[in-house]
């Protein structure tokens, strides 16, 4: 009937051969970019919903109602009254005030932040020199410019896990991001437990 062949003759399926390093590297990069990619568009489409949706309730309870329009009798047509702006031109100042209030807010935070990062900076110990009895670490290179320390240059130690860069180099780091290039702990934790330790 059929050309039937025993299963001990057929041969077995070959594996498939393994994935290359790169290829595997490369899908992983892409699955990388592609969550970034959701992360900012849910982050830029999430506030636009909630500002439409605030302009929408905005529009509703600002509208004018019906009952301040009469019907002129004799040319059977709708008549607005004068006092029809009003309530137009009422939400339009209140949501002048709104935005004011907000930018205002807005800014008042980031003077907040601002704040407390330039006060954690001050609160952070003095330079020390490289090579000097002060510095109990174990670096001999800078993690952010991956220099290797040299005996008096001027370095900045993190006292609760005694990092060390060069002022230069963690002055412009911690403008950017306050929290140590090594262990991320925050600079302001650290200028708390300064305090009450």
Known sequence: MYN???QAFVPPHPMPPPLHPILSFIAI???AILFYVVIIVVSVVVPLFILLVIADICDLFCMPSNESRDRDLEDGERI???SEEIPYSS????NIRIWASL???IVAVIEVSKREKHQALEKLPPLVNYGSKEIASTCTVC???LEDFKNGQSCQVFPSCNHVFHSNCIG???KKSPTCPICRVPV????????YT
């Open 143 to 145: 993690v952010i410019c």
């Open 188 to 195: 302001m934790f650290q200028s708390c437990s300064q305090r």
């Open 172 to 174: 412009y780091w911690l």
């Open 29 to 31: 990069v892409c699955i």
């Open 103 to 105: 930018k205002m807010l």
């Open 91 to 94: 939400c339009f100042i209140l």
């Open 80 to 82: 607005a009254h004068q």
């Open 4 to 6: 039937m062949v025993p």
